[in-house]
């Protein structure tokens, strides 16, 4: 196939005609004309051709000076040479053309095998490559449903406008998740380790930002609620089981029989291996497939509440009741076995706020009835009682507010609010995403730097703002939660609404004393699920109706 240059004649010297450039244009001009027929009509639009031609000589040394530099820097700045790559992806998902069908099966299946993979997949069983983050099985599935993601939001104006009603109904939640994201990325500036946080503000912004707009779309389709209610409870006994053999066992199951391809020479990830017992007692703490403990309890935690609701929540079968009654004491023995306190009381606040939840909701459906209104007006008394016995009861004492094995903890925790409260308003923008730690520099008796509690991590991370939008984040959708139980929802599945609300208000007091992350992917699908079942209970109930003024009648004259 003949180029435009063989159209440009030579002249008997050997010599080129006056006006190369102009030629050499030309020719490129027709060569475009005759593509033009083949492109959709959207992208094209007339230019000049002297700026294509430069366009594609800049984009010509670009790319040789993006292979020079990436041959003398990699693997270990790799991050910053996949970057661009990743703009370019982006930039193409956003040209593509509206087609109006977008891949929801796809995206749905890929959300809840994230979601599996969260909870089953150690997340230190990965596949390691210099200069990038671990690889592991929830990183290989958010990656593709991230994509899918972008590509819906693309392609589907319909997908856009359910995924806006969903987070309408609850604006400022949405607006809130968003921010935080935004903050994330703003403070990669201010960290003394860009590339470290910039690593860490890519798989945050995947695991947990992206899940949470993810969660609004998909938990609007019916059945979608009794999915996740199945997976985060099974996933839960599975848990329990691996947590009781390590007990017996001493050690993680699969320590010794772990592949080479999938070992992780991280010296966090071989102080996991080693003992894991409190100090001061040889007591063995289980984790199963998390990273230290506490995580395990907290997830646990979190489990309870839906297996309440299985228990008693409107519309199940006996036989699920009679499970959830058979799981609830062995989620509880699941928790002793980590030997986590914040598990312990997790485990005990959903249980009492779920029954105060469960007589208002009978008190509000039978307002004649006396167990509604007997379980409402005793729980003050109750929960007197339960605070009486926590004090009075060593053994209950001991597992909820600590004893002297636990002392060492407790003074770690309150030397650290103590050094960390300054620093927060010091530097009230933030350290950068996970160089809070590193910020505070608090070491723990083998000399690791270590920082407990989550609510003092995200203040020195990402400043006050980032303490406000995500923390405020999570009371908006409790306030959510509760506004639509008072005002009852009929539906079935939509009742899932309680629990949800309940492991969301359990997660934010647990991160007051637990700064782990692991369980955070599953907290912002939370979060979108809320925004998603509030949309579905508000279209159930129909919009509130303004109570009318009581009027009054005074010498005929209608008073309002």
Known sequence: MKTPFARIAKTDGGARPAGLLSRIADGWRQQLDQRTSVILPQYTRPGRPGFVVGFAVILAVACYLYGFGFSLTAPIRATHFIAPLGVLLMLMVWALPELGAAPTRLLERLFFAFLISTALWPSYLAITLPGLPWINMARLIGFPLVLVLAISISISRQFRDDTMQSLETIPSLWKMVAAFGAIQIITIPLSGTPQFSIQKVIIYSISWIAMFFVAAYAFRKPKSGWFFIAIIVTCGVILTGIAIRERQVGQILWANSIPSWLSVDDPSVQRMFGTTGRAGTNIYRSQAIFATPLALGEYLALCTPFILHMVAGPGFRLWIRALGLVLLPVIFF???????????????????????????????????????????LSYPATAMAFIVAVLSFNRLRVMTIGGGKHQASTEARYDQWAEGIPLVFQHPWGHGAARGAGAL???????????????LAIGLDYGVLGFVTFYGAFLVAVAAGLRTVARGVKSRELALIVPLTIALFVYFVIKSIYAGTENQPIAFMMLGAMSALVYRARLEQGPEVPKEKKTKRKKGVILA
């Open 334 to 376: 699941g928790i002793l076995t980590t030997d986590t306190r914040l598990g312990v009381v997790g485990y005990i606040m959903s249980i009492g706020i779920y029954i105060f939840l469960w007589g208002l909701l009978r008190w509000r459906e039978n307002p004649r009835g006396l167990i509604g209104p007997a379980v409402v």
């Open 441 to 455: 520099g608090f070491r723990n008796p083998a000399g690791t730097l270590t920082i407990d509690s989550y609510w």
